[in-house]
């Protein structure tokens, strides 16, 4: 009677204990890796540039690939020298668009000094200067209207030493007036 | 005292049987939510428009966000920098993970294209994302906790290569997974 007793007292220890096993197993699969999904898709296209750059009257660019990056390259002397059309930035078609020059690298600044603008030969926004070894931009935007062309002058330039180059990286900002959208083109330009 | 060598086969049985149950059940469930459509009963995380939708094409569905316009040109990197914002409508931070999942369409082409995410309350960098770069789909970013009644923009960066076409498009799915 005692040893049935002490059998049945077992028996549901040992259903106990397999039934808290069963439902911790399952419990873990099935909350362990339940997740709630949402989607974020987009599709992209490769489009014809709307604004492209050309080299400007005084030929002082070399324009790459597609016309969306270019160098513009000059001898920088102890002359104060002037290049209004270094570079030009063409509206290809009807849109209006908002533009500024925006540096984010560079090296051996103190070797010149000059300032950047963009113009339409009627008004001009000083955009980049570099002075004293120091280097500002505005931020300012320029318009830049329907299928018309705008310039990079680079005024006053004049070197302080003649030993290496001045590379100054600057991405020119391409923007849909009242949004935050945007296209970046690298200009490098280049004072040696 | 003597063993009950019968009772104790019998245990035994029931033990192995009882586990068999257990892990089939559990595989069974496993299966059953894993196709199950999934809701968002009680999920507060929500898309809206930001700023870009216009001339991202943001469109959003329920629990799904598409952004139909995004073009740039061959050589140049462009920016949308809030076509679309993830929304945390409830009082509580929500963990998730965004799963880059596929990058399909003309790859070969493409430079790369990154996706920020800001914090539109604070104007802080939350993650970069890489999605594609270097020839090679980017990696999850996992374990993101965006704090309740917060907004997170994501902003897109596409750069195609010099010798993209106008022929040549891709296609982005990402995914936001919400542990439950």
């Known amino acids: 009677m005692k040893k049935t007793s002490c059998a049945v ?29 949402m989607n974020l898709n987009s599709s992209t296209d490769c489009v014809t540039p709307s604004v492209i750059l050309e080299n400007g009257a005084n030929a002082t660019s070399t324009v790459y690939e597609n016309n969306t990056n270019a160098k513009i390259s000059i001898d920088a002397t102890s002359t104060q020298s002037t290049y209004n059309y270094s570079l030009d930035i063409v509206n290809k078609n009807a849109s209006l668009w908002e533009v500024r020059l925006e540096y984010f690298d560079y090296t051996n600044i103190s070797r010149v000094n000059t300032t950047i603008i963009l113009h339409n030969n009627s008004t001009l926004s000083e955009q980049i200067t570099i002075s004293g070894g120091s280097i500002n931009q505005s931020n300012n935007y320029y318009d830049l209207t329907s299928d018309t062309s705008i310039h990079i002058g680079i005024m006053n330039l004049v070197e ?25 083109y690298i200009i490098t330009f280049e004072f040696a | 005292m003597k063993m009950n060598y019968k009772k104790s086969l019998k245990f035994v049985t029931l033990i192995i049987t009882s586990l068999l149950i257990a892990t089939a059940s559990a595989a069974i469930y496993d299966y059953m939510y894993l196709n199950a459509t999934v809701g968002v009963q009680g999920m507060t995380l929500a898309w809206i428009l930001g700023a870009d ?31 679309v914002r993830l929304n945390n409508t409830g009082g509580s931070a929500i963990t998730f993970d965004l799963l880059v999942d596929a990058v399909s369409g003309d790859t ?7 996706v920020l995410i800001y914090s539109v309350n604070t104007s802080a960098l939350i993650q970069n994302v890489t999605i594609w770069a270097s020839g090679a789909k980017g990696s999850d970013a996992t374990g ?21 076409t106008t022929a040549n498009s891709a296609t982005v799915n990402l995914k936001i997974g919400v542990p439950v």
């Open chain 1, 9 to 37: 007292k077992l028996h549901y220890v040992l259903l106990v204990v397999t039934l808290s096993i069963m439902i911790s197993c399952s419990f873990r699969n099935v909350f362990g890796d339940i997740n709630d999904f």
């Open chain 1, 160 to 184: 302080n030493s003649s030993e290496g180059t001045t590379i100054l990286n600057a991405h020119l900002r391409i923007k849909t007036p009242d949004t935050t959208t945007y296209t970046l």
């Open chain 2, 53 to 83: 939708n216009a001339t991202a094409g943001t469109q959003i569905n329920g629990v799904t966000s598409t952004l139909t316009s995004l073009k740039g040109p061959p050589n140049g990197t462009r920016i949308y920098a809030d076509p």
């Open chain 2, 108 to 114: 070969g082409e493409l430079e790369s294209i990154f």
């Open chain 2, 144 to 164: 993101l906790s965006i704090p309740g009644n917060n907004n997170w923009r994501f902003q897109w960066e596409i750069t195609w290569k010099a010798t993209a």
